[in-house]
């Protein structure tokens, strides 16, 4: 151990009174933040379209361009399934 983790550690039991570590991450401030009302009444009006139809209607109509997997990401956390390619590819 080195002298800086000590003292950072003396520091933040001084501070929070706790020696637990502070939370990590950006939680709900992504790209697709603002976009989430708009998906789940798009897949409502349309349940066949696909994870790649969605990101290019997001890109076009929100100008919001994202990866396929953090859209699936998204609409998983939402309780929503996407097909991954259409019938055809």
Request: proline share 3%; no cysteine; glycine share 8%.
């Amino acid at each position: 151990m080195s002298i800086k983790f000590v003292n950072d550690m003396v520091r933040l039991k001084r501070e929070t009174g706790s020696l637990a570590a502070k939370p990590q991450g950006n939680p709900g401030r992504g790209k697709l933040t603002g976009v989430k009302g708009w998906l789940e009444r798009r897949i409502a009006a349309q349940p066949e379209l696909t994870i790649d139809e969605l990101t290019a209607e997001l890109a076009a109509e929100h100008g919001v361009k994202v990866h396929r997997s953090s859209l699936s990401r998204l609409l998983l956390r939402l309780g929503l399934s996407r097909k991954r390619r259409s019938a055809s590819a």
